[in-house]
């Protein structure tokens, strides 16, 4: 580049300085606000109990570590779509723990963990500058970031009604819920069903923590009952992250629309967003058994147990959380002020700002801390 071409004097070339810089768009990190309150739960004498971040601690199953180092042997690159084996246990598994009509292998895409698909899904699917993506009013964050790093208008909204006459591209919604664990019904999920297909809008349903219901009960998008088996504009986002304990392993996949699959394989081809091929074989044995599923449900319900009792009896409120892995907790007051409240007592939390102006009177605990922590935490309480 030419010296008459560099920018303001500090010899930043101009189109660097020009530049749109995309982490601009983006809001804080959440994580990284509450730094503070980490440390003073650290302090503790009896150490940190951390349920600020839904993060398994729990034992990977020996069938999956067994078929991972299998996999492992193989040299070659994988592909993109995934193995057949792997997308028909994929679909089995959806029929057989979530009442789903049987799907065809071309109607599931592995993903390296839904973090990842749900960031890109707005690019990805070729929406942009002028369109509107529609997010709960509490949400996972990664939502609006999909929409902020593609360009598009966010709005949030919990019903087909404040969303008005507008039309927008794209629709999250997440039941269970992260962070409320808030169940969708039946009723509503067939309006928003209804209502996407009548304008033409691409519903992405967050499914991650389907497997893990404790009252009433829990559909997928997929369902007949909420579909009529018509799966034309839905997508359906599953990850091995919380009932098979496969975090660190980023194993998910979408399911749903073919159409909508077949363009998301094709722009991720181009990508190279590949699941590595142990990986690959480790999520198709983890599909095909459903003993450590069970296993794991039942060591999160017993958790689950021990901390509402606790939380309730430390003077907060419990709303919705009839699944998932989180309590939603309140006691009227600024999430932040309950956050440091916690951390006080050695407890750390995720503010519920985190999620959403209105989330800014609760606070999320998750499940995710070992039997021992559960238990210290609760006698804090």
Same mark, same amino acid.
């Given at each position: ?95 057989? /723990? ?8 071309? !109607? ?149 629309? /073919? ?20 990986? !690959? ?14 296993? !794991? ?66 606070? /999320? ?14 006698? /804090?309480?």
């Amino acid at each position: 580049m030419r010296p008459a071409e560099t920018g303001s004097g500090n010899g930043e070339p101009v189109g660097i300085a020009a530049r749109r810089r995309v982490s601009s768009t983006l809001p804080d990190f959440p994580w990284d606000t509450i730094a503070g309150a980490k440390a003073t739960a650290a302090a503790h004498p009896d150490g940190i109990v951390d349920l600020s971040v839904g993060t398994p601690v729990d034992p990977v199953d020996p069938l999956i570590r067994r078929a991972l180092d299998d996999g492992s042997r193989f040299p070659g690159y994988p592909t993109t779509i995934g193995t057949t084996e792997l997308r028909q246990a994929a679909a089995a598994a959806l029929t057989r /723990r979530y009442g789903v009509a049987e799907l065809g292998t071309d !109607q599931i895409l592995p993903v390296i963990g839904t973090k990842e698909a749900i960031a890109g899904l707005t690019s990805t699917l070729g929406f942009g500058a002028g369109d509107t993506v529609v997010i709960p009013e509490v949400a996972y964050p990664t939502y609006e970031v999909s929409a902020l790093l593609a360009g598009a208008t966010v709005l949030r909204a919990d019903s087909t009604v404040q969303i008005g006459p507008a039309s927008p591209a794209l629709m999250f919604i997440n039941s269970p819920s992260n962070p409320t664990g808030k169940v969708l019904g039946i009723d509503h999920l067939r309006k928003v069903v209804e209502w996407a297909r009548q304008r033409g809008v691409i519903v992405a349903s967050d499914e991650c923590y389907l497997g893990l219901t404790w009252e009433g009960e829990a559909y997928s998008i997929l369902d007949p009952r909420v579909c009529d088996g018509d799966h034309t504009g839905l997508l359906a986002i599953h990850s091995l992250s919380k009932v098979s304990n496969l975090a660190s392993y980023r194993a998910g996949f979408f399911a749903g629309d /073919r159409d909508l699959i077949g363009e998301l394989l094709a722009v991720r081809k181009h990508a190279g967003l590949i699941v590595p091929f142990p990986i !690959q074989a480790a999520m198709t044995a983890a599909l095909n058994d459903d003993t450590h599923v069970d296993a !794991q449900r039942e060591r999160y319900r017993v958790r689950r147990d021990v901390l509402k009792t606790a939380v309730e009896n430390a003077g907060f409120t419990v709303d919705h959380s009839e699944a998932g892995l989180y309590l939603w907790v309140t006691r009227g007051e600024d999430s932040r002020t309950a956050h440091s409240w916690l951390a006080e007592r050695g407890i750390l939390a995720a503010p519920g700002d985190f999620y959403g102006p209105a989330g800014t009177t609760h606070v /999320r605990m998750a499940l995710t801390a070992t039997d021992e922590r559960i238990a210290a935490a609760a006698a /804090r309480l």
